[in-house]
């Protein structure tokens, strides 16, 4: 059984790690749209599973006769219940940044796991984030350290982001990108018999 890590963030792979000793990358190539008809947890969860899919294909071609279990995840931050990914520019990234400080904001992360014979299951985690006020300097300031730039909301909650975070409440490995716990979770309800021999504990 290989296990594939279907992304190509370094958080969600150092995150992993803590699940199994070894795992193979690939990264799917979709468009990472929302679909306006679903709610946008369920949405979220979609973007996942269109990630699983299109890794499986490429899966498909290059491990010959070999069973597979596929890992996706796709994290979006949500302000007044609306999206925010991840900054197309500097300036996006400082409208973010100006609309989160001093407010709460939930981050929703949506994960498949999906076989090589077809099991699928699909989930998500919720967890709610409070950023201290944050002055039109101390935005200027992070977004030139370039870490807002490919993360969605703009700020990284593991790197220099984590100077503004006043508090948190949930999974704070869903925030990175991937909620270890819940993921596990499903993994040992449903792939046991699978992973057992592969799983670090």
Do not use: W
């Not at 609309?99 to 919720?126: F, K, M, N, P, W």
């Not at 979770?185 to 057992?196: G, P, R, S, V």
Request: aromatic share 6%.
């Amino acid at each position: 059984m290989k296990i594939i890590l279907a992304s190509g963030s370094p958080r969600r792979h150092e995150l992993l790690k803590n699940i199994f000793d070894e795992f193979i990358i690939i990264i799917p190539e979709i468009e990472e749209s929302l679909d306006s008809h679903l709610t946008l947890e369920k949405a979220i969860e979609h973007i996942s599973l269109q990630k699983a899919l299109a890794t499986a294909e490429k899966a498909r071609r290059c491990i010959h006769n070999e069973k597979f279990l596929i890992i996706a995840a796709d994290t979006m931050v949500v302000l007044d219940d609306t999206p925010l990914g991840k900054p197309a520019s500097p300036d996006d990234a400082q409208k973010m940044l100006h609309a989160l400080q001093g407010r709460s904001h939930e981050v929703i992360t949506g994960y498949c796991i999906l076989s090589s014979d077809e099991r699928c299951y699909v989930g998500s985690e919720s967890s709610l984030v409070s950023f201290s006020s944050m002055s039109d300097e101390e935005i200027a300031g992070y977004i030139k350290t370039k870490e807002p730039m490919d993360k969605a909301g703009a700020y990284g909650i593991q790197g220099y982001g984590s100077q503004f975070v006043k508090s948190i409440r949930g999974d704070f490995f869903n925030i990175m990108g991937l909620p270890i716990n819940k993921l596990r979770e499903t993994l040992i309800q449903n792939f046991y018999d699978d992973i057992k021999g592969m799983l670090i504990i």
